[in-house]
C-alpha cells in the first residue's frame, strides 16, 4: 500500500461513481491505485480512504461441487469470481478493501439505502473485512447532490445488528435454492426423457408470473366471438353535425340494428337531456418505482428493466434521487424550492417551473410511501452526457416532479340525449377549461375532443344517416410487460428491484414472446407440469407468504433462521412431488421444448421460392450463424447474413418493403432490441443500424 494516515476512516461504497461523488463532497481527492484497483484519499481534519465495489463482491453456491445432486440446501458465501470467472477484478477488490480495513479507525458503510444496499456492505464487513461481529456506521442519503452527500456524514448512525442485510441475505438463500434446485429437476427430467439441453427454470416468483400468462392464454384460447351490432347516427342541428351512438350499445341481432335505423334514419329527433358537467382532476404525485416503469412503456416503449437500468444511470449522475422506491410522497424535509429554482436554469423546464413558482409549493402526495426513500424527485442538477433515451426518462421525470405543484385541471364534458320515437341517442364531448398541471404533464392526457353544438332540452335536430357496424365481443387482452409489472405489484410477489428482472428472465428461457406477452409450447408445459405435480409452485399466496416473513425479517420481528428453515421445507414439498414424476414431467416438456425451439429458429416464409421457411443456421466451418432456406437441398439458394452477437427473435410481420422476415436483435438486458429487416439488398437497408448490425455468415 501506498503511504496512508495514521488515523482514516475508511468508506465502502456500492459503486465507483458513487465513490467520486462522496469524495467531491468531503474534499479535495487523490486517487491512488494498488494492483490495477483504485481507491480515493481525502485527506482533512478527517480523513477519509473511499473505496467502492461493484454491486455484489460475494455470492451464494453449493458447499460441494457436483452439479448433479440435488436437493442443495448446503451452501456458502464466497467471492464472486468462485462463481462467475470472468469476474477476477473481484479478487483485486476484496484484497484491497481487506488491506484497508486494517488500518481504519472507523468503517462507514456508503451502499444504497435498501435492501440490497445493506446486504452488499454486511458481507463485506463481515468476509472482506473478517469481523467477528459485524459493526460500522451508515451513512444514508437519497441523492448523489454534493449538499445531502456531506450531512449525510455528519449525520451517521452506528450499527450493531443489520435486520435489512439479514432479509437480503435470508432473501439471497431462498432464492438460490428455490432456483438452483428447481432448474436442476426440471433439466433431468427432460434429459432422462430424451430431450435436448435447454436453460430451465422455475421458482417461487417466476412460478406465479408464468401462471399469470397461462391463465390469460387460457382465457382467450376459450373465448367464443359472440356478435352484435351498433346503431351510429349522423346529426344535423341547423347545419352542425355530430356523431351519436344508439344508447343500447348491444343490439342482439342484425335485424334489431336494420329496425333502428329504418325507423330513425332521414326522420327527426327531439333533444331529451343536455348537459355540461365541469369535473376537476387533481395533479399526479411524483413517480414511484412502478409508476415510472409503466408510465415509461406506456409513452416511451420501454421496458420495464430498460427504465430501471437508465433510471439508475441518471441517479448515478446525481440528476435524480434514488429510483427503487415505492414511496409517491415528497417529504417536507427536501427543500422544493432550490429544486425548482434550480431546474428553471435549465431551459426546457423554466416555462413548466414558472407556472407553478405562483403557486403555493405544497406537491400533490400518493398514498404509498417507503421507510428507506421519498419518491423520486429531480435534484436540479442536470444530468451529464446523456443520450436520447435518458433524456427522455429524464423530461418524464421531471415534469411529473413539476405538475405535482400545480393547479388541478379543470374539464367539462357537454352531454346530449336525443330520442326519435322509441329510440335515444348519445352524445358528448370533453373540452378543457383549465389545463392546470395538464399544460406541463401533457403525456397520454386526455385530448380535448370535438365540441358539440349548444343545444337545449326540445331542440329539433335531423337524424342524416344511420350507419349499423357488426362487432364481436373481445378476448381479453393478452399482458404485456407493463401490465404484467402491475400484476404482480397487485399480488405482492417479488419485490420493486427484482420484478422487472423475473419478466425479462421469463423471456430469456423461451417461456413467452413478443410486446404483448405470448406463451409459448414451453412456457405451457412448464405450467401444465407444475399444476399436475407441484401447483404451490405456481401460487401468489405462496409466494406473498413467504415475502411477508422477509418483511418480519427486515421490520426484526422475525427470526431469519425461522423464516429461511420454513421456506426451505416448502421447496422440499414442491421438490419431492417433482421428482416422485419425474418421467412424467420429462416427457411433457420435450416436445414442448422441441417445437419452442423450431420456433425460436424459424423466421419467416421464403420469399425467393415461397414453399419454405428462412430458418436460423450455423455454419459448421465458421461458427458463424445465418438465414437460409429450409429447402436448400431441394434447390432455392435463398442466404442472408445475421448479426454475430445477441438473442435473436421473429416478428410476427415481413417487411413492408420487400417481404424478407424481420427480426429484433437484444443485445443486453435492459435495453432496446433492435429492429432490422434480414435482406442484405432490401432498400431499406441504408440506414446506419442495420449497417452496424450485420455481420458475415455464409452456408459454408
Not at 427430467?189 to 421458482?203: D, F, H, Q, V
Request: charged residues 25%.
Amino acid at each position: 500500500m501506498s503511504v496512508l494516515p495514521k488515523d482514516y476512516t475508511l468508506v465502502v461504497t456500492e459503486k465507483p461513481d458513487v465513490a467520486r461523488r462522496i469524495a467531491a463532497a468531503l474534499g479535495e481527492d487523490s486517487s491512488q491505485v494498488e494492483g490495477n484497483y483504485e481507491y480515493i484519499l481525502c485527506p482533512g481534519k478527517t480523513n477519509y480512504i473511499i473505496v467502492s465495489a461493484v454491486g455484489h463482491l460475494f455470492s451464494l453456491m453449493p458447499t460441494y461441487p457436483r452439479r448433479d445432486i440435488y436437493p442443495v440446501l448446503d451452501t456458502r458465501w464466497v467471492p464472486l469470481s468462485a462463481v462467475d470467472k470472468k469476474r477476477k477484478d473481484v479478487d483485486r477488490r476484496i484484497r484491497t478493501i481487506k488491506s484497508l480495513s486494517k488500518g481504519a479507525s472507523k468503517l462507514v458503510i456508503a451502499c444504497d439505502y435498501d435492501l440490497e444496499g445493506d446486504t452488499i456492505g454486511y458481507n463485506i464487513l463481515k468476509y472482506a473485512c473478517g469481523a467477528k461481529k459485524v459493526k460500522a456506521f451508515r451513512a444514508k442519503f437519497s441523492t448523489l447532490a454534493l449538499d445531502e452527500l456531506s450531512k449525510s456524514f455528519s449525520d451517521l448512525t452506528w450499527h450493531e445488528e443489520w435486520p435489512r442485510a439479514e432479509a437480503g441475505r435470508a432473501r439471497h438463500l431462498l432464492d438460490f435454492v428455490w432456483g438452483v434446485n428447481l432448474s436442476r429437476v426440471l433439466l433431468d427430467s427432460l434429459l432422462e426423457a430424451g430431450g435436448r439441453y435447454t436453460t430451465l427454470s422455475i421458482g417461487r416468483v417466476q412460478g406465479p408470473a408464468l401462471n399469470y400468462i397461462h391463465d390469460r392464454e387460457l382465457e382467450i384460447m376459450a373465448h367464443v366471438p359472440v356478435p352484435y351490432w351498433r346503431a351510429k347516427a349522423l346529426v344535423d342541428a341547423d347545419g352542425k353535425r355530430f356523431t351519436a351512438e344508439y344508447t343500447v350499445d348491444r343490439i342482439g341481432t342484425e335485424a334489431g340494428a336494420r329496425l333502428v335505423k329504418g325507423q330513425v334514419e332521414g326522420n327527426r329527433g327531439t333533444v331529451v337531456e343536455a348537459s355540461r358537467r365541469p369535473f376537476a382532476i387533481p395533479p399526479p404525485p411524483s413517480f414511484n418505482l412502478g409508476d415510472l416503469q409503466h408510465e415509461a412503456f406506456q409513452i416511451l416503449g420501454f421496458s420495464p428493466s430498460q427504465t430501471l437500468s437508465i433510471a439508475e444511470k441518471l441517479y448515478l449522475q446525481a440528476a435524480i434521487s434514488y429510483p427503487r422506491t415505492s414511496s409517491q410522497r415528497i417529504p417536507p424535509s427536501i427543500d422544493c424550492e432550490r429544486i425548482l429554482s434550480s431546474l428553471a436554469r435549465q431551459e426546457a423546464f423554466k416555462p413548466y417551473v414558472t407556472l407553478v413558482m405562483k403557486e403555493s409549493l405544497s406537491p400533490a402526495q400518493g398514498q404509498k410511501t417507503d421507510p428507506a426513500h421519498p419518491a423520486i424527485f429531480p435534484t436540479g442538477e442536470p444530468p451529464s452526457g446523456t443520450d436520447a433515451k435518458e433524456w427522455q426518462l429524464y423530461n418524464l421525470i421531471v415534469r411529473r416532479f413539476i405538475s405535482a405543484f400545480a393547479e388541478r385541471a379543470v374539464k367539462e364534458r357537454h352531454s346530449l340525449r336525443i330520442a326519435c320515437g322509441r329510440h335515444e341517442f348519445r352524445a358528448s364531448a370533453t373540452s378543457i377549461i383549465s389545463p392546470g398541471w395538464s399544460a406541463i404533464y401533457d403525456f397520454g392526457s386526455e385530448k380535448e375532443m370535438r365540441g358539440l353544438p349548444s343545444l337545449n332540452v326540445a331542440d329539433i335536430v335531423s337524424f342524416v344517416t344511420v350507419d349499423v357496424v357488426e362487432c364481436f365481443d373481445h378476448p381479453p387482452s393478452r399482458y404485456n410487460q407493463s401490465s404484467l409489472l402491475e400484476q404482480m405489484e397487485s399480488d405482492e410477489i417479488g419485490t420493486k428491484a427484482t420484478r422487472a428482472e423475473i419478466i425479462s428472465t421469463l423471456v430469456d428461457r423461451g417461456y413467452v414472446s413478443g410486446g404483448s406477452i405470448e406463451l409459448s409450447e414451453l412456457g405451457f408445459a412448464i405450467v401444465d407440469a407444475a399444476s399436475k405435480y407441484s401447483p404451490s409452485i405456481l401460487s401468489p399466496q405462496m409466494t406473498r407468504s413467504i415475502e411477508e416473513k422477509l418483511d418480519g425479517v427486515e421490520a426484526a420481528s422475525l427470526d431469519p433462521g425461522t423464516v429461511t428453515f420454513d421456506g426451505v421445507d416448502q421447496l422440499l414439498s414442491c421438490l419431492r412431488l417433482f421428482e416422485e414424476n419425474m418421467a412424467e414431467v420429462g416427457a411433457m416438456i420435450r416436445l414442448a421444448n422441441l417445437q419452442t425451439a423450431k420456433g425460436r429458429e424459424t423466421l419467416g416464409s421464403c420469399p425467393v421460392c415461397h414453399d419454405g421457411q428462412l430458418i436460423i443456421i450455423r455454419s459448421h466451418k465458421s461458427g458463424k450463424r445465418f438465414v437460409g432456406c429450409s429447402r436448400y437441398s431441394n434447390g432455392c439458394r435463398a442466404s442472408a447474413p445475421l448479426p454475430q452477437n445477441g438473442i435473436i427473435r421473429a416478428t410476427k410481420g415481413p417487411c413492408k418493403t420487400c417481404g424478407w422476415p424481420v427480426i429484433l436483435v437484444f443485445t443486453s438486458r435492459g435495453r432496446r432490441p433492435w429492429r432490422l429487416c434480414v435482406n442484405p439488398d432490401c432498400p431499406m437497408k441504408g440506414s446506419a443500424l442495420n449497417r452496424k448490425a450485420v455481420s458475415g455468415g455464409s452456408r459454408s
